[in-house]
């Protein structure tokens, strides 16, 4: 069954640095999202993409983050100058073209800032 | 803005119970909810959708309901098993806004033999 791949599975980076977290969204799908959540905490919706452009994105998206589908199989988020509050569990998502509007998560990326 | 909350204490059943979850939300009815099942340390797996306008819908063992009156979803797993320990999230979707969802806190089931 096609899955929705991550890498790297853990980054560690120290505060200020730039990070690019990324997905390989299942070949077929259209929508592709970026979700994050803290330890303990919600799932919170980042960014969502349609169309080769950004077509929502939430108040925690700011200058600092910014998303790319370079090559039409990858799907980047790239974070400029990490914060300590940036530390959490990012999921890339993506939807098909069934009527379930089914989101595929893939397995996340662990990324602490110290 | 709308939330989506759910009861963030865990719920602990005996295999072969039925287990209940909730799903709140305020203000106005959302047209999709969405529940997904979470294991710790891995991404959100989607189980069931159901519309506004639909009062019940099943899935095998599962069984999600809409009540636009109460503001509130129920998620109802019959003769639970000690796999289906988890957490489960409840997910409003926003089709007019890129299909974003919003998730509530997600309610941990503890599922015991």
């Known amino acids: 069954e096609p899955e929705v791949t991550q890498t790297p599975s853990h980054q560690v980076t120290q505060m200020g640095q730039e990070v690019i977290l990324r997905c390989v969204p299942i070949?077929?799908?259209?929508?592709f999202y970026w979700y994050r959540q803290i330890l303990g905490q919600k799932v919170e919706f980042l960014v969502s993409?349609?169309?080769?452009?950004?077509?929502?994105k939430s108040e925690i998206f700011d200058d600092q983050f910014s998303v790319e589908r370079p090559d039409g199989s990858n799907f980047t988020l790239k974070i400029r100058s990490t914060k300590l509050e940036d530390s959490a569990m990012y999921f890339c998502?993506?939807?098909?073209?069934?009527?379930?509007?089914?989101?595929?998560f893939g397995p996340g990326t662990r990324l602490t800032v110290t | 803005s709308q939330k989506i909350e759910q009861n963030s204490e865990a719920l602990n059943i005996q295999e072969g119970k039925t287990a209940t979850l909730t799903c709140n939300y305020t203000?106005?009815?959302?047209?999709?909810l969405q529940w997904y099942r979470q294991d710790p340390g891995r991404g959100p797996v989607f189980l069931l959708l159901?519309?506004?306008?639909?009062k019940e819908k099943r899935k095998e063992r599962l069984k999600v309901t809409f009540d636009t009156t109460l503001k509130q979803s129920l998620f109802h797993i019959t003769a639970s098993q000690p796999a289906d320990s988890a957490t489960y999230l409840c997910?409003?979707?926003?089709?007019?806004?890129?299909?974003?969802?919003?998730f509530g806190g997600g309610t941990r089931l503890m599922v015991k033999p």
């Open positions: 993409f349609y169309n080769n452009e950004i077509s929502e």
């Open positions: 070949s077929n799908h259209l929508y």
């Open positions: 159901i519309r506004e306008n639909e």
């Open positions: 997910a409003r979707l926003q089709s007019n806004a890129g299909n974003m969802l919003t």
């Open positions: 203000n106005y009815s959302p047209a999709y």
């Open positions: 998502a993506s939807i098909g073209t069934s009527g379930n509007y089914e989101q595929y």
